[in-house]
């Protein structure tokens, strides 16, 4: 237990700065009676901690968090109460989530260089900072941190971001260590006593043989997470033979797919509005074969606004639900690299005969829509692994930002 004079401290700390509370989960919403008790219990030692870790000096952004795979402007914006204890496999742990706004270039760093730099940068520190709570508290088997960084990669020839999510669980005795430890050699060994997974995944960061640790379970979001369920693009299929993209090969493409086209025409029209002037065709778009889907959505007069407010209801109303049953007609790797949604937007006005008609066009990979079909992304992370053009310009997407935008 520390002594009276950090105690002191720290509430003269809290005193000022007003939002060290919120990384603290208040004990009232932890529903776990026995965990409520010991929040309740460990509350000064856990706003110490959370003090520390707020403190420290990161070499990018970090943040508590309750929620991971967020943009830092939601963060910024966000439910920081991040610091509860709670149950892991039948024990009690303290765990800590938040989020790291690191990004790490895949070609020059593996994941096992990955993790260890984010251990070093991150999670030691709040080790560090979390220990004595632990040493206090024998009914506490683990600290559990949870923290997800960045990782940049290139995919058909274009730049994307995406998340990975990392666990590091280190038993009491070896997190006490590890918080003294000063770059002795046996921290290794201390290591190899915790588990670590990514994404989910049981992992190996250390050396050690990582089958014999089971996977983590998710969990329903109403419960604390030790290892959710990644929402975040997970791994990129590794890239075909390059593809022949002369305009020979692409008609063949088409070709070989026709009669598929005009039997999914003719099953999806109903719900897809195909323009009939405009059949499914196999076009070439920055070095990468696209199959091209020319559809037709209708807004309501209040859906308008700017125009990237029109290509968010677009996608969330219209494109969105199509990708699944459009999948469902192609094999796992079809003859092209993605699907093109090119939609042209109807809007009638308000009090008059006229419509208001705009150009909205959503190129996707394959890969990444496979992953969207098996919800493993979200329809935001979809649109920042592809392409969205509207009247033929290329734009940034946010889906919820603009679609409150009811500008003109």
């Given at each position: 237990m520390r002594n009276a004079s950090a105690f002191l401290a720290v509430a003269a700390l809290i005193g000022a700065v007003p939002q060290i509370r919120s990384q603290v989960l208040s004990p009232a919403e932890i529903l776990d009676p026995a965990m409520r008790e010991l929040q309740q219990k460990?509350?000064?030692?856990?706003?110490?901690?959370?003090?520390?870790?707020?403190?420290?000096?990161?070499?990018?952004?970090?943040?508590?968090?309750?929620?991971?795979?967020?943009?830092?402007?939601?963060?910024?914006?966000?439910?920081?109460?991040?610091?509860?204890?709670?149950?892991?496999?039948?024990?009690?742990?303290?765990?800590?989530?938040?989020?790291?706004?690191?990004?790490?270039?895949?070609?020059?760093?593996?994941?096992?260089?990955?993790?260890?730099?984010?251990?070093?940068?991150?999670?030691?520190?709040?080790?560090?900072?979390t220990a004595p709570v632990l040493q206090d508290e024998p009914e506490v088997t683990s600290l559990a941190i949870e923290v997800s960084h960045h990782v940049r990669k290139q995919v058909m020839g274009n730049g994307m971001e995406r998340p990975e999510n990392l666990v590091l669980i280190v038993p009491r005795e070896a997190a006490g260590i590890l918080a003294g430890n000063k770059g002795t050699e046996d921290e290794i060994e201390v290591l190899s006593q915790c588990s670590e997974y990514v994404d989910g995944?049981?992992?190996?960061?250390?050396?050690?043989?990582?089958?014999?640790?089971?996977?983590?379970?998710?969990?329903?979001?109403?419960?604390?997470?030790?290892?959710?369920?990644?929402?975040?693009?997970?791994?990129?299929?590794?890239?075909?033979?390059?593809?022949?993209?002369?305009?020979?090969?692409?008609?063949?493409?088409?070709?070989s797919f026709q009669a598929l086209l005009d039997r999914m025409v003719r099953e999806l029209d109903d719900q897809a509005h195909f323009i009939s002037y405009a059949p499914p065709a196999v076009i070439l778009?920055?070095?990468?074969?696209?199959?091209?889907?020319?559809?037709?959505?209708?807004?309501?007069?209040?859906?308008?606004?700017?125009?990237?407010?029109?290509?968010?209801?677009?996608?969330?109303?219209?494109?969105?639900?199509l990708i699944r049953p459009t999948l469902a007609f192609f094999e796992e790797n079809p003859q092209f690299d993605g699907i093109v949604f090119s939609s042209a937007v109807h809007i009638p006005a308000q009090g008059a005969g006229s419509t208001l008609t705009v150009s909205v066009e959503f190129f996707f990979p394959i890969a990444e829509l496979r992953r969207y079909a098996e919800y493993d992304i979200t329809g935001q992370q979809l649109i920042n692994a592809g392409f969205v053009l509207v009247n033929g310009e290329r734009v940034g997407l946010e889906l919820q930002s603009a679609e409150s935008d009811t500008r003109q």
């Amino acid at each position: 237990m520390r002594n009276a004079s950090a105690f002191l401290a720290v509430a003269a700390l809290i005193g000022a700065v007003p939002q060290i509370r919120s990384q603290v989960l208040s004990p009232a919403e932890i529903l776990d009676p026995a965990m409520r008790e010991l929040q309740q219990k460990h509350l000064p030692e856990l706003k110490i901690a959370a003090v520390d870790i707020t403190a420290h000096r990161y070499p990018y952004k970090f943040y508590l968090s309750r929620t991971l795979d967020i943009t830092e402007k939601q963060e910024q914006q966000t439910d920081q109460r991040s610091i509860r204890f709670s149950q892991f496999q039948g024990h009690t742990v303290l765990q800590v989530t938040g989020n790291y706004f690191a990004a790490y270039s895949d070609q020059s760093m593996g994941r096992k260089e990955r993790f260890q730099r984010t251990y070093l940068d991150v999670m030691l520190p709040i080790l560090r900072a979390t220990a004595p709570v632990l040493q206090d508290e024998p009914e506490v088997t683990s600290l559990a941190i949870e923290v997800s960084h960045h990782v940049r990669k290139q995919v058909m020839g274009n730049g994307m971001e995406r998340p990975e999510n990392l666990v590091l669980i280190v038993p009491r005795e070896a997190a006490g260590i590890l918080a003294g430890n000063k770059g002795t050699e046996d921290e290794i060994e201390v290591l190899s006593q915790c588990s670590e997974y990514v994404d989910g995944e049981p992992f190996a960061p250390w050396g050690e043989p990582a089958a014999s640790k089971p996977a983590v379970a998710s969990q329903s979001p109403a419960k604390p997470l030790v290892a959710p369920t990644p929402v975040a693009v997970v791994a990129v299929t590794p890239p075909l033979p390059p593809r022949d993209l002369s305009a020979e090969a692409l008609q063949k493409v088409q070709a070989s797919f026709q009669a598929l086209l005009d039997r999914m025409v003719r099953e999806l029209d109903d719900q897809a509005h195909f323009i009939s002037y405009a059949p499914p065709a196999v076009i070439l778009f920055r070095n990468a074969s696209y199959l091209q889907l020319s559809i037709a959505t209708t807004l309501g007069p209040s859906d308008s606004g700017s125009q990237y407010r029109i290509a968010a209801l677009a996608f969330d109303r219209h494109v969105s639900h199509l990708i699944r049953p459009t999948l469902a007609f192609f094999e796992e790797n079809p003859q092209f690299d993605g699907i093109v949604f090119s939609s042209a937007v109807h809007i009638p006005a308000q009090g008059a005969g006229s419509t208001l008609t705009v150009s909205v066009e959503f190129f996707f990979p394959i890969a990444e829509l496979r992953r969207y079909a098996e919800y493993d992304i979200t329809g935001q992370q979809l649109i920042n692994a592809g392409f969205v053009l509207v009247n033929g310009e290329r734009v940034g997407l946010e889906l919820q930002s603009a679609e409150s935008d009811t500008r003109q």
